[in-house]
């Protein structure tokens, strides 16, 4: 679908389909004009409604869907290239095959398919900043209690993350589970469910100027209430990164408010609760836009007598 701004406000007031036929598209990147687009087993690349399929055998038809897309230049490639995320078959289990829970990378083209990590359950999005690939990734939905097991990934060529055997910081679910595997550069708790990530390089929201962002999806069967969030991660770049919770905002001058955790205020309504947000985006302006289940979608932006 299309969401068209004609009158230059930063908000969408039409709606229209711009492409169709595609089998289950489930994540899209913008490169020099094209959109390309990841859904079940395949790579589609469109250009002016013209769909063009890349890719039909992606790894897929069980377990999570294929996750993330980023297109670009990473590392020392001299070319840009896809990278698209596959999910495992299973939520918690051992299988056999080599290209799922992974990052594979195509060139433009389609051609030249290529592993590039490997132990990823859920890569739910990805992202190049500054040359690097980034991805996040959610624990099993059985793995509960104080444990701090979803992940935000910088990715190395040939990096295993650890999935089936070790999630988290170092928790392993066999003996010696986590043995020669990658460690995050952040974690999160356990059933925040990042799902969708993106580097704010703006100042226009100058608190969020070189953070990370995050949309956390958010747990489904605890009471606790973990995800449903937008949160930001700041310092990322110098290895001493902190998290802290924008949506849900427990910022007050009232110590009642302030002392409420995300979950409960999600709980009173306050939050995202129970919408799902999905993905997290920066338009050229530094205008945040949040997807949330149920399809909506949410603007931040500053405020200003200018924008109505």
Known sequence: MLLTDGDDDGL???VETYAEGLDRPNSLAFYEGSLYVAGRNHLYRISESQVETLVDSLPGNAGDWVGGIAVGIVGDSAEPRIYVAIGAPCDDCVYDSSERAVILSYALDGSDRQLVATGLRQPS???IHNGELWVVDSAPQGLTGDAMADELNRVTAGADFGFPTCV?????LVEN???GKVSPAVVFSTGSQPLGLVFYD????ESMTGDVLLAMGGTFNQLDLGGYQLAAVSGIETGSPSVRTLIPDSSSNDP???SLTPSTLNWRGVGFYPARPYDVVVNDWGWVYI???GGRILSLRPQSENVY
Do not use: K, N, R, Y
């Open 177 to 179: 589970g986590c043995d």
């Open 256 to 258: 009642a408010i302030a």
């Open 168 to 172: 988290g910081m170092g928790t392993a």
């Open 125 to 127: 999005d990805l992202a």
């Open 12 to 14: 969408p007031e039409t």
């Open 202 to 205: 703006s100042d226009v929201l």
């Open 291 to 293: 997807s949330l289940g």
